[in-house]
T-cell receptor, first 114, second 114 residues
């Protein structure tokens, strides 16, 4: 089942601009994670936000979580060409099953033009 | 440096052939995971293992098999029963068999049919 859905599917911006990606999910969660994937490579963990947190920062990254709307956003400020990658959200729900694994969304492909 | 090593990087399968993808980690992580990624898509869970000699089916286990005889190794066999095996396969691990830990990924194996 597809727990997380990212929006937009693709985003193209100029260097220096901010990039915002959104993730919606369907079931209750304990935490939500964001990952980055460069083309042809594995995923790299960016940030984890717990269900009792509303906002979290890490360098140029800002993540928000709204559990009432079942949505999260990832903001990359002052983007660089090196930020070009696909970004995925992942949730640990649904919580009422024995599943002990994350569920990943379909990703947002970010292109930062130099 | 600690990490996850997947091999080979590229693999070709003939009709009716089983192939095995290797995944080794030296992070002393308890849990390991296999995902399948199709072009432009997110990750889908094939199998995961929380401890040695134990594993669970994910969302798309049909046509795949795994073993977990050692903590550091979690090989995936793509059997001839998997009729559409062409994809990018990613292995990951986490410290502790819990869903609130970041996953560490290898750099993937790209499997194609000859």
């Amino acid at each position: 089942s597809q727990q997380g859905e990212e929006d937009p599917q693709a985003l193209s911006i100029q260097e220096g601009e901010n990039a915002t990606m959104n993730c919606s999910y369907k079931t209750s969660i304990n935490n939500l994670q964001w990952y980055r994937q460069n083309s042809g490579r594995g995923l790299v963990h960016l940030i984890l936000i717990r269900s009792n947190e509303r906002e979290k920062h890490s360098g140029r990254l800002r993540v928000t979580l709204d559990t009432s709307k079942k949505s999260s956003s990832l903001l990359i400020t002052a983007s660089r060409a090196a930020d070009t990658a696909s970004y995925f959200c992942a949730t640990d729900g649904p919580m009422d099953t024995g599943r002990r694994a994350l569920t990943f969304g379909s990703g947002t492909r970010l292109q930062v033009q130099p | 440096d600690g990490g996850i090593t997947q091999s080979p990087k590229y693999l070709f399968r003939k009709e009716g052939q089983n192939v095995t993808l290797s995944c080794e980690q030296n992070l002393n992580h308890d849990a390991m995971y296999w995902y399948r990624q199709d072009p432009g898509q997110g990750l889908r869970l094939i199998y995961y293992s929380q401890i040695v000699n134990d594993f669970q089916k994910g969302d798309i286990a049909e046509g795949y098999s795994v073993s977990r005889e050692k903590k550091e190794s979690f090989p995936l066999t793509v059997t001839s029963a998997q009729k559409n095996p062409t994809a990018f396969y990613l292995c990951a691990s986490t410290r502790g068999a819990v869903r609130n830990q970041p996953q560490h990924f290898g750099d993937g194996t790209r499997l194609s049919i000859l």
